[in-house]
C-alpha cells in the first residue's frame, strides 16, 4: 500500500514537472538549434585613464584606482632607467642594479631580515630592469598595506647594497657568461644585435671584466642619481580609501630634487653585413632575417603590425606557418616579429629553425612569399580577419581595476596621448588592403634583408638551393661562436 502511494506520488511530481518545462519552454521560445541563440550586445567602451591619475606634491605620478572586490592590493611602477645607461666599461651595471635593489638589503634592513619580513607576511616585491626601463611590482593583503609601502620605499630610495649580495650576484652573473652560448635560441639573439645593431649600446654584452670594474660606489651613485620621486610612475589598485592612500604615498616618498637628464642614447640599426654565419656544432640552423624599421611613434605602425600578423606573426595561421611549416614541413616553428620600441630604432624580422641541409631551401620559400606578398598584396578577407583579432583582443587589456592603472601608467612612460586607446580603435577601424600593400612594397623587399644564421657553417654554406644561395649573400662574415664577445 506504501509502495502504491509513493508510485503514485513520484508519477504525480514528474508529470508536473514536464508540464511546467513544456510552458516554460513555450513561453521562452528557447531555439531548435545553438545557431540561434542571440546575445545582448556588450556595448562595451575603453574605460579612460584620467580620473585615476594625480601627480602628487612630491613629483610622483600616479594612477590609483579602489577595488574592494578582494582584500589586496597590487602595484606596478617604472622609473625612467635601464642598461642603455651602463658607461662602456662597466657593462652589467643595470643587472646588478635590479637584482640587489631587492636581495642587496637597506639601511635599516638587512637583507636576510628583509627576506623574513617578506615570507612571514606573504608580500611579494620584485624589481626587473631592461635597455630602456626599470619596471617593479608589488602585491600583498591590504592589511599590510602600511608595512609594505614602507618596505618598498626602503628599496626604491634606501638601499644598502651589501658587499656580500654584490659580490654573489657578480660571481652568478660571471658564471652564466661562461655558458652564454650554450643554446643556440638565446646564441642568434646575441649574432642578430651584433649584427643589426653595430657598434651601438644594443650591442655591448657584460663581460667578467665589466663586471669586476663595478664597486658598491658605483651602484649607490647609479641609484642616487635615477631612482628620483619625479622620474617614476605608479600604478596602484586595491582595497584602500584612495585620497588616504595619496597622502601616505606623499609622505613616503621623498620629494625630487632636480630631476636627471634621462634622455636614451640615439641607437639606430644600419647593418654593415649582408650576412653574418655564426660557426657553432649543431644539426640544425638557427635563423633571423631582419630589416631595420622605425623608431615609435610612426604612422606606419598600424599597417605594420597588421601585415605581420598575416605574413609570419599570426602563430599556425599566418602565410609563413602555412608554407614553410605546414606544406612544406622544414620546420616546427617560424614566425616573423614587428618590433615596437619606444627609445630606438626596432626591426622587422623573420626567425626559424630548421635541418642544416634544408637551410636553404627554407630561406628561398621565405622569399618566394616575399615576392608573392608585394606582387599580389594581402586579400580583404586577410584585412578583416586581423583587424577583428586586434580589436576583440583589446578589452582583455582592462579586464581590472588594476589592468586600467597599469596600462595608463605604461602609456604615458611612453609619451602616448590620454586617448591613445580610443585612437588605436579608429586607426585599426581604418586599415585598408591599400594600407596593408603600400607597407609591403616599402619595407619587405627581399634584397634589403640581412640574414643572421648560427649552425654548422661547412654544411649551411655547402647547402645552396635554386631559391637561394647564401655565399651570394654579400659583404659576409663568417665567425665562431666565442667570436661574438670581440665583435663591436
Partial sequence: MVNNIYTCLLKFIIAVMIFVCTVFAQNTKIPL????LKYDSLNWSVPTGEKYRTVLENGLRTYIASDSSLPLVKISGTVRYGSFFDPDDKVGMASLVGTLIRSGGTETITSDSLDNILGQKAISISFSISDDMCNFKASFLSEYTDTSLALLKQM???PAYEQKKIDQHK???????KHRFNNPGPTLSFAYDKHMYQSTKNSRFASEKTLTSITRDDLLKTHKKYFKSGNMILAVAGSFDRDTLIKKLETLFPKSDKVTDTTFP???SKPALKSLVVNKNISQAYVRLGIPLFKRPHNDYYPVIALNEIFGGGSFTSRLSSKVRSDEGLTYSIYSVAESNYAMQSTWYITFFTKSETFSKATGIIYNELDTLIKYGVTDKE???VKSVFLSELPSMFRSPFDIVSNYAM???NG?????YKNYIDAIKKLSKADLDSVARKYLVKENFSITTVGDTGKILKANDILFDLTKKQPQKVVDVNAL???P
Avoid at 171 to 177: G, P, Y
Fill in 266 to 268: 640615439v641607437i639606430q
Fill in 383 to 385: 584585412v578583416n580577419d
Fill in 485 to 487: 664577445n670581440d665583435m
Fill in 156 to 158: 626604491l630610495f634606501n
Fill in 411 to 413: 602609456n604615458e612612460y
Fill in 416 to 420: 602616448r596621448s590620454p586617448d591613445h
Fill in 33 to 36: 538549434h545553438p545557431k540561434d
Fill in 171 to 177: 660571481a652568478i652573473l660571471v658564471e652564466s657568461i
